[in-house]
């Protein structure tokens, strides 16, 4: 191959690795601006008492929800956990709040 034969493939080479990447990128942008909701959680100590902290974020672009009821469970059956719903109930997430 000659030299130039070799700096073209390279060029085309880069270009299609950078639209490669480019695209999968626009991709996962899209792909997470039609994903609606998302729920974190971790847990607060206050002596002996612990308690979740709730992350609620809504990454959807056109939709809004209204939090009803939060139940905890662990591997498919209700944990013997008390959640306050009245203190998360009727609170609005907005559209691309994060």
């Not at 998360?88 to 559209?95: A, N, V």
Request: aromatic fraction near 20%; proline fraction near 2%; glycine fraction near 10%.
């Amino acid at each position: 191959m000659t030299f130039w034969k070799e700096v073209l493939s390279g060029c085309i080479g880069s270009v299609f690795a950078g639209l490669f990447f480019v695209l999968w990128y626009a991709f996962l942008q899209w792909y997470l601006g039609v994903t609606d909701v998302v729920i974190g959680y971790n847990w607060s100590w206050q002596g002996t008492n612990f308690h979740p902290n709730f992350d609620i974020r809504n990454r959807s672009k056109s939709r809004a929800y209204l939090i009803a009821n939060i139940a905890y469970n662990t591997q498919g059956q209700r944990a013997p956990l008390w959640i306050d719903n009245k203190s998360l109930w009727g609170i609005e997430l907005k559209t691309g709040k994060h």
